[in-house]
């Protein structure tokens, strides 16, 4: 099968030695299984993320997304810009429609991006890598190469906010989404049901107000021990650090026992795909799931 | 910054609605609420803002000018995006949020030292020195917002979670001394200062 190519925008959080440097190992081997080739957009930028408005104001942001989407159109033309990381993605498809709907902005954006020698025309498309797995591959597509069904793992599947809102997946509910529960089943997991598979575990908020997000993680992680689940997942690298790092801190106030594994879908499937433990990324887990390392040690 | 505070007021007198739909982004959605309290519901940090969504859009209308630019509530916004996906009249609540704690900031009513203004800041300057977010430096502003003691008691008090994730390879001590960054870090300074630039001349700022 011919390759898909895809403008690839890492994000900060997913450089090297960065908090979700794990989840670009785990992805390597699930796209050379499923035949997509990302290839990195060449110096990209960040792209304000979640609280870049405080100080950042409106084109300033616009300047920053649209400086990625007019490298991706300029070295990468015909590519669908894909990002693994929800603020990442939703800044940039924001960015993209608005300039989009409003020719003004697109003309001012295009005067501040000409300091970076750069303009942008609108021909990028900007995707998640789930709508990717979803929408190009399928389910079927990703079920064809499991190798190692993930048989009596139970997972609480969580999809959290920004990969959900706004804009969400396609065909989905915004209040009940059922995509991750079935990429669960798709690797031969059991998905569980509980109730705050799209709580917000507090964002950027759980540096600025820590008690209030920690209310959110232990909510979050309870649910998914009191119905069964032995780890979360999730597609969002905010939601995995948050609800995995803190952990520990909500051990330490409120005397808990709380050590559930946080992991990537793309953690599982490289695992399902006949990964080992290093190209799935698990090294990089603060909490480990035994489970899965037995499974892909088999 | 309180000289562009006088400014406005000497602008737009007491008609604080329209100085919103002037100045804030997506300010002009504002009238649109129908004050059903949906999004007051539908907040994740609800029982911990001083005024919800809902308040704020009637405060705008009511004029409360002062009030509302003084509110912490914009500041406890995670953009979680469930007030937006909610809102009956599809007004998009968290782009208003946003841009009233972007407006309150830069004419300095915004309350000082609100822990998410000053983490939002820092963030921001972090990512335009190199067009990336260097993690290490952001984490290390965010402990010593508060002073050198404060900041040693941070910094120990999350030892053993920053130990966790050096030894998963996930926190990188060596970030300090440069790390990563854009090669044309210095065009993007400049793209962000023309945009910034346009923005003000567009919305009336002077400097």
């Known amino acids: 099968m011919a390759k898909k190519n895809y403008a690839f925008y890492p994000g900060c959080s997913s450089q090297k030695g960065a908090s979700a440097s794990n989840f670009v190992t785990s992805i390597g081997m699930m796209c050379d299984k499923l035949d997509i080739q990302l290839n990195e957009i060449p110096d990209w930028n960040c792209c304000g993320a979640s609280i870049g408005y405080g100080e950042g104001g409106e084109l300033p942001r616009l300047a920053l997304n649209a400086r990625n989407l007019a490298l991706a159109e300029k070295n990468l033309p ?5 990002s693994g990381c ?9 960015t993209a429609e608005r300039l989009h709907q409003h020719s003004d902005l697109m003309a001012e954006t295009n005067v501040a991006l000409k300091e ?20 190009d591959v399928g389910f079927a597509g990703m079920k064809a190469q499991v190798v ?10 969580y999809v959290g906010c920004q990969t959900n809102r706004p804009f969400g997946i396609a065909g989905e509910s ?23 598979k799209v709580t917000c575990c507090g964002g950027a908020l759980a540096f600025s107000e820590p008690e209030k997000s920690q209310k959110q993680i232990r909510d979050i992680v309870e649910s998914a021990y009191d119905n069964g689940a032995e780890m979360i997942v999730t597609p969002c690298q905010l939601c995995q650090a948050n609800v995995e ?24 499937m490289t695992v399902a795909y006949g990964g080992n433990s290093k190209q799935a990324g698990l090294d990089g887990n603060i ?11 088999k | 910054m309180s000289n562009q505070n006088q400014q406005a007021v000497a602008r737009y007198h007491n008609n604080f609605l329209r100085e919103v739909e002037e100045r804030v982004e997506d300010g002009d959605w504002v009238k649109m609420c129908m004050q059903c309290g949906v999004c007051a519901g539908s907040c994740p940090l609800g029982s911990a803002w001083e005024h919800t969504p809902q308040k704020i859009f009637m405060m705008i209308r009511a004029g409360k000018r002062d009030e509302v630019l003084k509110s912490d509530a914009m500041w406890m916004c995670t953009s979680c995006y469930n007030c937006i996906v909610r809102c009956p009249r599809k007004l998009p609540i968290t782009h208003i949020m946003h841009g009233l704690a972007n407006y309150a900031h830069r004419l300095d009513m915004a309350p000082k030292g609100q822990p998410t203004r000053v983490i939002a800041k820092l963030f921001w300057d972090n990512l335009v020195k190199t067009g990336r977010v260097n993690e290490l430096k952001f984490s290390l502003a965010m402990y010593f917002k508060d002073g050198f003691v404060q900041g040693i008691k941070n910094a120990m008090a999350m030892q053993s979670a920053g130990l966790s994730l050096v030894k998963a390879k996930r926190l990188n001590p060596m970030e300090i001394i440069g790390g990563h960054k854009c090669k044309d870090s210095s065009g993007i300074k400049k793209m962000i200062a023309r945009a910034r630039e346009i923005e003000d001349r567009k919305k009336g700022f002077t400097s």
């Open chain 1, 174 to 196: 915004f209040e009940n989404p059922m995509y991750l529960d079935k990429m669960i089943e798709t690797v031969g997991a059991e998905a569980v049901s509980y109730d705050q």
């Open chain 1, 116 to 135: 970076a020698g750069l303009s942008f025309k609108g021909g990028v498309k900007a995707r998640h890598m789930v709508e990717v797995l979803i929408e």
């Open chain 1, 148 to 157: 190692k069904p993930l048989e009596g793992l139970k997972i609480a599947g």
């Open chain 1, 86 to 94: 929800p603020a990442c993605w939703l800044s940039t498809r924001e």
């Open chain 1, 245 to 268: 790092i803190y952990q520990s801190e909500i051990n330490k106030k409120h005397g808990t026992k709380l050590a559930m594994p946080v992991m990537y879908y793309s953690q599982l």
């Open chain 1, 287 to 297: 909490i480990h799931s035994q489970k899965l390392r037995d499974i892909a040690a």
């Open chain 1, 78 to 82: 015909g590519q669908d810009l894909v």
